[in-house]
């Protein structure tokens, strides 16, 4: 875990979501698709939670939407602007098995901590399908879909206009998948979306990862303001997180 400052070199609207590059003062020796920075929002008490989007040794981008007064603090912030962070925290996504394809599912800016992942499998030689679903077509901009399939991922799209892809809901076109050989599922999205999601695939014999997003004040387990309810009791998004299994959750009421 690096406490440190980045400086915001790049900013960049892409449809719907902002995307922050940032220099980092220290450098960054480990991090993971999954995971997570605590990153400053000016003028506010609390540092707001964020997906880790890209990232190397001495960088670091955010991809975000503006949902309240911290998110609009921190992508109003001019370049130059230095901000204190912690990262990365939590636990990211595990590994697939040798040999098994695998499907991620995104419910609009859910594709902040997939995007990084879909590009990692997809180096490894993973067979990855992207199933991304949002409002309207803005919220696939082409900056986030060419280099995904510039990198092999296959990717199904959903909108609940119609206005690209499939009318209707990501989770309908989970429903239309048929799986042939090992599979194991990578979703985040709104808490809707996860449950449905993963009603669809309990019978399935899939293994299933969910990145959850909460409210957190310290981001290390301290405070225990982010704990959400799963089948063995509650547990800490920051700390036990976000990436959860999917059995964790299904029917645990979250």
């Keep these: 875990m690096l406490a440190t400052r980045g400086t915001i070199r790049c900013k960049k609207l892409l449809g719907p979501y902002h995307l922050l590059e940032m220099e980092l003062d220290s450098p960054l020796e480990r991090a993971s698709a999954g995971q997570f920075a605590l990153l400053e929002a000016p003028g506010c008490l609390l540092m707001r939670p964020l997906s880790l989007f890209s990232f190397g040794r001495g960088y ?35 590994p697939p098995g040798e040999g098994d394809e695998v499907v991620l599912v995104a419910g609009g800016v859910g594709i902040a901590p997939l995007f990084p992942w879909a590009m990692a499998l997809s ?3 993973c067979r990855v399908h992207l199933l991304w679903g949002a409002k309207d077509s803005s919220w696939f901009p082409p900056p986030l879909i060419v280099p995904l399939r510039a990198a092999g991922v296959e990717i199904s799209l959903a909108t609940e206009d119609g206005s690209i892809g499939k009318r209707g809901m990501v989770t309908d076109l989970l429903g239309g998948l048929t799986f042939g050989k090992p599979t194991v599922a990578y979703l985040c999205g709104p808490m809707a979306m996860v449950r449905r999601a993963l009603e669809i695939l309990k019978d399935k014999n899939i293994r299933t990862f969910t990145s959850l997003e909460e409210r957190m004040a310290c981001g290390v387990g301290a405070c225990f303001g982010c704990a959400v ?26």
């Design 123 to 125: 180096k490894r030689g």
């Design 229 to 254: 309810k799963t089948r063995s009791g509650y547990k800490l998004v920051c700390r036990d997180g976000p990436v959860f299994r999917g059995e964790e959750l299904h029917g645990a009421g979250t």
């Design 60 to 94: 670091v981008s955010f991809l975000l939407r503006i949902a309240g007064r911290g998110t609009a603090a921190i992508v109003s912030s001019p370049c130059g602007s230095q901000l204190r962070m912690v990262l990365p925290l939590g636990r990211g996504f595990p």
